[in-house]
């Protein structure tokens, strides 16, 4: 009885007691795409003309976490890496291409996770992970599903696409009127007024701030000289109501006190809409801060103190292992994690989390980066740069020369990583090299010679 009780305070002291359905939180994540890191109101470094103030309202009810990253610049792999909780590439994923055209069956997903345990799971927007029926988020683990399968640049006002339909479950949806944006939001709404009495997972990818440039005429402003960046303000608009669609509706009906809440873009900015990343270099498709460092937000009020800012750095793919943790449901055994609980970084508990985080993207754009405390490495092909990130967050000051040490150790670190990882789905090697370039380009000559 004496070892019953020890066991018992103990389990206690952990936050590891089996929860009840109705303890358990509910769960919304939801992922802008291409949302540039200045573009929210609430940062310091957004133009004046940046109207955010439903996401600002909802950072002022959560945690902002400063140094949120991607696991990758590009949507698909940081979609796979955030659904399975584990790099992308221990599974082949490596590019846009290989996340798009599906990932390994055996994967675990987060509703996998969440469904034993009585939650219902609905998936709205962007899914950008396989575009076939297997695929699909309702053979993946959620309940419902109303969005598409493909690439991220539908558009917004024309859905008579039969090659890239809007799908509810498996069908595609007849007649379908009115901005993507604001139907996505309705969909979502709707789903949680329909599944508020037990816990349920909300996953809402919407498709803004993503190409083509298109919003309501009547909310396109001539704020700047740049028409494709007045539109995206009248596209980021639609995206904050929605934001705040979605809070209200918890807050409609208690729920949002006990909701784990993640607000994330999936990669930085992009240049081809005009993003702003400041004070942040490069865009989308980049390893510099630009392309993964992103505006992040976590709430759960009867958890974790409200209008708190944290700079640990922290990234996409700790969103499932935070789940877990919140919910009281074991993390697998025969699938390691690569992602960490966040909560105890939110709660105040501890400033660090990661010792390193490893980006890669194959051997055909030979892109890779590593982080370890305050330094950074970024390797494109042949050429290496090292930063000092707390000190120069811009990345403007390589020190590469200065400190050729530090180079060969995370080179050496991130060499090890990648040894472990998966090989590319897509065939490519996982690093570039100057022989594969070479044939490359000799196998694109071939190509333009049969063409002709």
């Known amino acids: 009885m004496k070892r019953f009780f020890t066991t018992w305070s103990l389990l206690i002291g952990l936050n590891l007691l089996p929860l009840g359905a109705s303890e358990r939180p509910n769960i919304v994540v939801i992922v802008a795409d291409d949302q540039g890191y200045a573009d929210v109101s ?36 940081t979609r796979a890496g955030l659904m399975t909780g584990r790099y992308q590439q221990r599974f082949g994923v490596y590019d846009a291409g ?27 927007g962007k899914w950008h992970l396989g575009l076939t029926p297997e695929y699909n988020a309702v053979n993946r683990g959620f309940d419902e599903f109303y969005g598409f399968m493909g690439r991220g ?15 509810r479950g498996l069908e595609p949806v007849k007649n379908e009127t009115g901005y993507l944006t604001t139907r996505i939001t309705k969909e979502a709404v709707d789903f949680i ?33 740049d028409p494709v960046r007045n539109t995206l303000m009248g596209m980021l608009k639609h995206l904050d109501l929605g934001v705040g669609a979605i809070v209200d509706e918890l807050k409609k009906h208690d729920l949002f006190d006990n909701t784990l809440l993640f607000y994330l873009s999936d990669n930085g900015g992009a240049g ?24 992040f937000i976590v709430s759960w009020p009867d958890q974790i103190e409200q209008g708190q800012t944290v700079d640990t750095v922290l990234w996409s793919t700790d969103i499932l292992p ?24 939110l709660k105040g508990e501890t400033d660090q989390l990661h010792d390193q985080l490893y980006w890669a993207s194959g051997a055909k754009r030979g892109q890779w980066a590593i982080r370890s405390g305050d330094w950074k490495l970024v390797g494109v092909k042949d050429q290496v740069e090292l930063f000092d990130i707390k000190e120069d ?33 897509s065939g490519q090697p996982k690093i ?12 694109k000559r071939r190509l333009r010679k049969k063409r002709m």
């Open 432 to 443: 570039w090299t100057a022989e594969y370039e070479q044939t490359a380009k000799s196998k």
């Open 153 to 167: 640049a539908h558009p917004y006002f024309d859905h008579s696409d039969e090659s890239h339909p809007i799908l």
């Open 193 to 225: 007024e329909r599944h508020r009495e037990a816990p349920f997972f909300l996953y809402v990818a919407y498709n803004a701030v993503h190409t083509p440039a298109e919003a309501p005429e009547e909310d396109i402003k001539p704020v700047t000289d």
């Open 393 to 425: 967050p811009s990345e403007e000051n390589d020190l590469a020369a200065a400190h050729p040490d530090k180079v060969a150790s995370l080179t050496a670190y991130h060499r090890k990583w990648l040894a472990e990882m998966g090989e590319p789905r």
């Open 42 to 77: 609430y940062s310091p470094h957004a133009a004046p003309y940046v109207k955010t103030p439903r996401i600002d309202a909802l950072a002022a009810e959560s945690t902002i976490c400063t140094s949120g990253y991607t696991s990758g610049f590009v949507c698909s792999p």
């Open 98 to 124: 290989e996340g798009g055209s599906g990932m390994p069956l055996e994967e675990r997903w987060i509703p996998m996770f969440l469904k034993p345990a009585g939650y219902t799971n609905g998936a709205f």
């Open 272 to 295: 081809a809409m005009s993003a702003d990343n400041t004070p942040l270099r490069g865009f989308k498709q980049h390893d510099y801060e630009g392309g993964i460092r992103v505006p």
């Open 322 to 345: 935070t789940i877990l943790a919140a919910t009281g449901i074991d993390t697998p055994a025969d699938r390691p994690l690569d992602g960490k609980n966040l909560l105890p970084v």
